[in-house]
């Protein structure tokens, strides 16, 4: 870190800031990228490391709510983290999310989130995996549901401004119940859907799905991958977004999905690790599903994180946590939970499990279970029982899910 000096940028300089960020992930600047970055961004939580007067590593942080099981807290979502080959190996990386931890906690972000880019770097931070994604390559023509599925309400297919608006409330009602999500204002779902000249050659297409009363519970968003071998289609559908607020909606999307004419494969790439079309598809292994890593997840004040989620199950549990990368936040801390009231504090007391931050982070939205990581040596048991009572109060329903990459 020797003569590489951090600060935050000044509105001005954003576009300098995307700039660098392109550079560090080999990407290309285009000039509608500061039109649509401006919508959301916060000069004063994206930071620069600077060696004399050139950009050497970025890194920002977007003010949100997630969902947490039965709630939403404050937190941060950490993006454009980058630094430049040249300047690589040098501690600027760790210097970065260290200034983004320590701002988070100033202003009263009990969790942090991202999207990694690379597995490997963010557990050494104290993050953990929180939730997975499901991808899918699946053959149009192998896409039969099993025959109980009976396919309720209507579909419409309409224009990106006929759409947004009734996409909205859907959206918003999901996002509020499943862990993993985030509360999108007005900027947010504008960037979300936002226009780049870059995509005019694939054009996204809108579907929305009504219930037998008339009302709109479910949306799917698409674009079609053109491709004709010796004059057959062998298109590539490529599902964007799919939102629904009931289970009947989400078959009704899919199989409209599956159904659109010229396509011969359909793919998705981030989609819910429980996500309904795994039991839906008459031949599951022609879905070609893979699990990846999701939304990581750092714990920052783990008193007020804990006491600020719901929990399936009433106890009481002393969790011992090791913080590395902030001893501060190291300790023994007490969490009950009686009669759906949640407390957290810390304690001088026996640890009834010990674990670290991270696996703290993997385990809080209810995606994972503390005896899934303690069989990956992640969670220590003291006291006999106490991870069976830590599954049963951490556990929730629906899994865990970002819906988006931002």
């Given at each position: 870190m020797d003569e590489i000096a951090i600060r935050s940028i000044?509105?001005?300089?954003?576009?300098?800031?995307?700039?660098?960020?392109?550079?560090?992930?080999?990407?290309?600047?285009?000039?509608?990228?500061l039109e649509r970055e401006r919508m959301v961004a916060e000069p004063d939580r994206s930071f620069v490391a600077l060696d004399g007067d050139e950009i050497v590593g970025t890194a920002a942080a977007c003010t949100t709510e997630l969902t947490v099981p039965g709630g939403a807290l404050p937190a941060s979502g950490i993006t454009a983290v980058g630094v430049l080959p040249s300047h690589r190996r040098r501690g600027i990386n760790t210097h970065l999310i260290g200034t983004l931890l320590d701002q988070a906690v100033e202003r009263d972000e009990s969790l942090v989130y991202l999207w990694a880019s690379e597995s490997l770097i963010y557990g050494r931070f104290g993050f953990g995996l929180a939730s997975w994604c499901t991808e899918i390559d699946a053959a149009a023509d192998r896409s039969a549901f099993v025959p109980e599925i009976g396919l309720t309400g209507r579909l419409r297919t309409v224009?990106?401004?006929?759409?947004?608006?009734?996409?909205?409330?859907v959206y918003d009602a999901v996002a509020?119940?499943?862990?993993?999500m985030i509360a999108l204002?007005?900027?947010?779902?504008?960037?979300?859907?936002?226009?780049?000249k870059r995509d005019e050659d694939e054009p996204r297409f809108f579907v929305l799905h009504e219930d037998d009363e008339g009302s709109i519970d479910g949306y799917a968003v698409y674009t079609v991958k053109h491709e004709w071998i010796h004059s057959v289609p062998t298109n590539e559908l490529h599902v964007r977004d799919l939102i629904a607020m009931t289970p009947?909606?989400?078959?009704?999307?899919?199989?409209?999905?599956?159904?659109?004419?010229?396509?011969?494969?359909?793919?998705?790439?981030?989609?819910?690790?429980?996500?309904?079309?795994?039991?839906?598809?008459?031949?599951?292994?022609?879905?070609?599903?893979?699990?990846?890593?999701?939304?990581?997840?750092?714990?920052?004040?783990?008193?007020?994180?804990?006491?600020?989620?719901?929990?399936?199950?009433?106890?009481?549990?002393?969790?011992?946590?090791?913080?590395?990368?902030?001893?501060?936040?190291?300790?023994?801390?007490?969490?009950?939970?009686?009669?759906?009231?949640?407390?957290?504090?810390?304690?001088?007391?026996?640890?009834?499990?010990v674990c670290s931050v991270a696996a703290l982070g993997a385990a809080y939205l209810g995606?994972?279970?503390f005896s899934q990581l303690e069989r990956a040596h992640q969670v220590?048991?003291?006291?006999q029982g106490a991870l069976a009572r830590a599954d049963a109060m951490f556990a929730w329903h629906p899994s865990p899910w970002f819906g988006f990459i931002y």
């Open positions: 000044e509105p001005e300089e954003l576009e300098a800031f995307l700039r660098a960020v392109e550079r560090a992930f080999h990407g290309q600047y285009r000039e509608d990228d224009t990106r401004d006929r759409a947004l608006g009734p996409m909205r409330p509020e119940t499943r862990p993993g204002d007005d900027r947010w779902w504008t960037l979300l859907w936002h226009e780049r009947e909606a989400t078959a009704s999307l899919w199989r409209y999905l599956f159904d659109v004419d010229l396509v011969a494969t359909v793919k998705a790439w981030d989609r819910p690790v429980d996500d309904e079309l795994l039991w839906l598809a008459a031949e599951p292994r022609r879905l070609n599903a893979r699990i990846a890593d999701g939304l990581w997840l750092r714990v920052l004040d783990v008193a007020t994180a804990l006491s600020g989620r719901t929990y399936s199950g009433e106890g009481r549990l002393v969790f011992e946590i090791d913080d590395t990368f902030r001893p501060e936040s190291s300790g023994c801390y007490s969490l009950s939970v009686d009669g759906g009231e949640a407390t957290c504090e810390r304690v001088d007391a026996d640890a009834d499990v995606g994972n279970s220590r048991e003291l006291t």
